[in-house]
C-alpha cells in the first residue's frame, strides 16, 4: 500500500480528476439515501465503468460501488479481466470488493478514506498482496482522503439523528 | 465449521436433497463450459435463489454461483438481508462469496467440496466466524463431498487435455 504524499505531480494530478468523478458518483448514493460510495474504473485514461452504492435500492447486499463498476467494465470491455485497468474509490474496498477486484486480475486500486472496519486493502485485511491468492494488484491511498471521509461522517452521523429523533 | 459427519438422519437427508439440487446446477454450468460450481438459497424449506457460476459467459469475474444465488434471493426476499436462510454450494467459497455472505447476514452456509486453494469459510481464510467482522454464520462441510469434487476435476483435467491439444 502506498501512500499519496510521494506522488509526481502529474501522477496526483491524473488521481484527484478521477477521484472527484467517485466523489459525484458519492454523492449520487448520498443523495438517494445509500452509503455513500462511488468507484468508477478508467483504462487509458477512459472511463470503463462506474457504480455507486445501492445496496438500499436494489435491496442487494453485494450492490457495493466497486461491484457494479466491476460489471460494468467488464461489460464494456467483453472481457472477465481488467488488464491495465485502475479502481478509483473513495472508500477501501471491503473484502467482498476486494476480492472481486482480485479475480478481476485488476491492475492497481486508487482510494480515498480507510476503513479502519472492514477495509480489506491493507487495514483489516489484505486481499492486494496475498500470497494465497493467484493476483497481486498496486494500491495507493489518501487521494481526497479528506473529502471523502467527510461525506462518510456526515452520512452517519445524519441517520444517527434521524434514528434519535424516531 | 461442522463436518457433515454427525448430523441427525433427517437433517443429513434435507441437506443432501438440497444438495443434489445445487449439484444439479453445477452440472449446467459443465455443460455451458464453465468452471462447475452451483448454488441455491433456501428459507423454510422453500428455494429463494439459484446461481451457477457465469464468469465466462457473462464475461463477468463477480459472476460466481453464491453472488447469482444471493442477488436472486435478495430479490425474492425484497430484502437485502437473508436472515434465516441457508446457502448450499458444491464448492467452499471463496472470499469474495463469502464477504457477500456476511454482509447478507445468511444464516448458515452448507458446503461439498474444500477449496484449498481459495476457500474462505475455513480453508485458507475465515470469513464465516472471524470477530474483525459484524456476522457470523454457520457452516457445515461434507455434504456430497465427493460428487462434487469428481466434478471439479473432472471439469479441469478436460481443460488440461484440451489445453493440451492446442
Not at 462511488?38 to 461491484?67: C, F, P, S, W
Amino acid at each position: 500500500m502506498h501512500s499519496s504524499d510521494n506522488l509526481p505531480f502529474a501522477l496526483a494530478r491524473t488521481h484527484r480528476k478521477y477521484m472527484i468523478q467517485a466523489i459525484q458518483l458519492a454523492e449520487q448514493a448520498y443523495d438517494e439515501g445509500e452509503v455513500p460510495v462511488g468507484a468508477l474504473i478508467v483504462r487509458n485514461d477512459r472511463i470503463v465503468g462506474k457504480g455507486y452504492n445501492q445496496a438500499e435500492q436494489l435491496n442487494d447486499a453485494t450492490a457495493h460501488a466497486e461491484m457494479l463498476a466491476i460489471s460494468a467494465a467488464c461489460a464494456t470491455l467483453s472481457s472477465k479481466y481488467l488488464t491495465d485497468c485502475s479502481l478509483y474509490v473513495t472508500l477501501e474496498p471491503c473484502p467482498m470488493c476486494a476480492a472481486a477486484l482480485m479475480w478481476s486480475k485488476i491492475d492497481q486500486v486508487i482510494f480515498g478514506a480507510v476503513d479502519a472496519d472492514y477495509g480489506a486493502c491493507g487495514s483489516v485485511f489484505n486481499m492486494a498482496s496475498n500470497a494465497s491468492l493467484n493476483h497481486e494488484f498496486k494500491v495507493i491511498q489518501g487521494i481526497m482522503e479528506k473529502e471523502c471521509e467527510a461525506m462518510l461522517k456526515a452520512f452517519f452521523r445524519e441517520q444517527r439523528d434521524k434514528e434519535g429523533k424516531k
